[in-house]
């Protein structure tokens, strides 16, 4: 039985989002599918991965800033 299935059994009167998020960080080595060489930059492989992780942080960065000089003038306008 894998830890993430002993993770399960024990918790399940916990309420769902605590099993959920509690899962997720204690079984995020299960799948055994993911390593650091996803992005080792000697492999093309790594590369387009690399891309796609800059491009989304990008991404986040901008709609972060767009959230922040909406909120902000909403925040002005009911103020005023």
């Not at 002993?6 to 997720?24: D, L, N």
């Not at 799948?31 to 992005?39: D, I, T």
């Not at 991404?59 to 005023?80: E, F, H, M, Q, R």
């Amino acid at each position: 039985m894998t830890s993430c299935r002993k993770f399960f059994i024990t918790r399940r009167g916990a309420g769902r989002a605590a099993t959920v998020s509690a899962a997720a960080l204690t079984c995020a080595g299960c799948a055994g599918s993911w390593g650091w060489y996803v992005v080792n930059p000697f492999t093309p492989a790594g590369w387009i991965n690399i891309r796609f992780l800059i491009n989304g942080m990008g991404n986040t960065i901008l709609i972060s800033v767009i959230a922040a000089v909406i909120s902000i003038l909403i925040g002005l306008i009911v103020a005023l």
